[in-house]
């Protein structure tokens, strides 16, 4: 059940912020969004959501109503009764939600710059009938240690790009990680809860809603917050192949023209040696060689992993 501050039923939202999380302390982000909300002229028009997704061990969360009350402004805070994964908790924030546009931000994010909030407001009333993507960098996050390079590497090539570059593949550069939209038309288009665990559920949902709006890129990022270990995210590539058989499945035409696509085609046949796959995990581990081949390294082990469950 969502507890909300005594400023929310009074509250008249045009925006709706949600914030889910599972273990990851909210409150750092939390602070900085209620900053940004009470600088607007009219706090009433913004209201703040956080689920914390089934994992009762991560405490403290709750202060963010209090943090809330503090300022006047509405928020609404909820745990979970059981793990809804990335997609239901999303869905269940979004059914939460009062604002007539919702705003979805991951929990270790940080906004790049001050205003935040206000360019996400004004980004709802320029374009109500966009789904807005907003970015994001690692600008405020420090360098990634010796271990953690890959998702990094990753990162700076695939996401860590501006608002221009991404307008030329809107669909394509989607993430989850940033984006608003009319509330009604993501109720009419929820995220997929087949889509469990990491990967894909927002590539998934950028096909799906891109018959009913436009998907547009602008410069209001945040800062990915997190450092993935090396073997951790080579880990959660190779666990992503059950969404990715579900997103090849769902739109077949649009897997096919993916990059990792031909790779899987020419490695299919050699998709079941292990041997080959354990001596790409550790090379893609190995510190000694450039991160960039490294990266190549761990792509290839990837479209192997795929090929063996997928036919391309």
């Known amino acids: 059940m969502m507890r909300e501050t005594p400023a929310r039923p009074n509250a008249r939202p045009e925006l709706s912020i949600l914030v889910p999380t599972y273990d990851r302390d909210i409150r750092p982000l939390v602070a900085e969004l209620l900053d940004g909300m009470a600088t607007l002229p009219d706090p009433r028009v913004v209201e703040l959501l956080v689920l914390v997704d089934g994992n009762p061990a991560l405490a403290g969360q709750e202060e963010v109503l209090a943090m809330a009350e503090a300022l006047g402004l509405a928020a609404g805070f909820a745990l979970a009764p059981r793990n809804l994964g990335r997609s239901g908790a999303r869905n269940a924030l979004a059914e939460a939600a009062r604002g007539t546009h919702i705003l979805f931000l991951d929990a270790d994010s940080l906004p790049d710059a001050p205003g935040f909030v206000a360019r996400a407001l004004a980004a709802a009333r320029e374009a109500p009938d966009a789904v807005t ?24 090539k695939r996401e860590w790009i501006p608002a221009a570059e991404r307008n030329r593949d809107p669909e394509g550069n989607f993430l989850s990680a940033n984006f608003q939209l009319r509330r009604e038309l993501f109720l009419r288009a929820p995220f997929d809860a087949r889509f469990t665990g990491w990967g894909w559920e927002d590539t998934d ?74 001596m790409l995990w550790h090379l893609a581990l190995w510190p000694a060689l450039p991160v960039g081949l490294r990266l190549n390294l761990a792509k290839l082990r990837q479209a192997m992993v795929y090929a063996a469950v997928i036919r391309p």
């Open 133 to 156: 993507c907003g970015g994001r960098t690692g600008q405020r996050c420090p360098p990634a240690p010796r271990d953690a390079r890959l998702f990094e590497a990753h990162s700076r």
């Open 205 to 278: 949902w950028a096909l799906r809603i891109r018959p009913h709006a436009p998907v547009r890129h602008v410069d209001n990022s945040v800062s990915h917050m997190e450092h993935h270990a090396d073997a951790a995210w080579l880990g959660r590539l190779d666990r992503s192949v059950g969404n990715y058989a579900l997103l090849a499945e769902a739109h077949p035409e649009a897997v096919r023209r993916h990059r990792l696509w031909p790779l899987m085609r020419a490695l299919r046949p050699i998709s079941g040696w292990g041997w080959l796959k354990a």
